[in-house]
């Protein structure tokens, strides 16, 4: 009986295994869905979405750090099929960062609230504010290293203001979409 038990906590974790790196690659196949600006404009905050919501926070978490991992490895999978700590130390790499900050802010609320649909809703736009912070922060800094100061309401007009319609569609998607994935993908 104990072997039983083991290989089936196994198979979970290989299953778990499997939907993280699935995640990771849905996150690496939307941000090549770009449109060059200041920051890309890509699918990448809807792939860690639905990672999040479809996986869980946990599991959802780790599919944003596997990917970024990926990329920081010099694997393409950030916008524009780049990859390396370069890209991460570039100015729009405080966002990329930020989608784990978001990840793990969303997983946050989701353990303390639980999984409803309200909460998943709550947790997305809170997890958005997260990333929109680390991004424009980082975005602010390497800016004043590299060109000189800058007002925060010019860099929120380059990088968020932009973003806000775009990323509420892919909030909005998320929402529609998850729990169908879930249900279908028994997770």
């Not at 996986?55 to 990917?67: E, I, Q, R, T």
């Not at 524009?80 to 370069?86: D, H, I, P, Q, V």
């Not at 203001?161 to 993908?185: E, G, H, M, Q, S």
Request: include cysteine; aromatic fraction near 14%; glycine fraction near 10%.
């Amino acid at each position: 009986m104990q072997y039983a038990e083991t290989h089936t906590n196994t198979k979970i974790r290989t299953v778990d295994m499997v939907y993280i790196a699935l995640f990771a690659v849905l996150i690496a196949v939307c941000s090549w869905i770009t449109i060059p600006m200041a920051v890309p404009f890509t699918m990448q905050t809807f792939g860690m979405f639905m990672a999040v919501e479809v996986l869980g926070g946990k599991k959802g978490s780790l599919a944003v750090l596997v990917y970024i991992l990926l990329g920081a490895a010099g694997i393409p999978v950030f916008a524009g099929f780049s990859g390396g700590a370069g890209v991460l130390l570039s100015a729009s790499g405080g966002y990329i960062i930020g989608f784990l900050a978001g990840a793990l802010v969303m997983w946050l609320i989701e353990s303390l609230f639980g999984r409803s649909r309200v909460i998943s809703l709550v947790s997305m736009l809170a997890g958005l504010a997260v990333c929109y912070f680390f991004g424009t922060a980082w975005f602010m800094r390497v800016y004043l290293k590299s060109t000189g100061p800058v007002s925060l309401l010019t860099v929120l007009g380059w990088c968020v203001f932009p973003f806000i319609i775009p990323d509420l569609t892919k909030i909005a998607l998320a929402w529609v979409l998850a729990p169908r994935i879930r249900r279908y993908a028994g997770i």
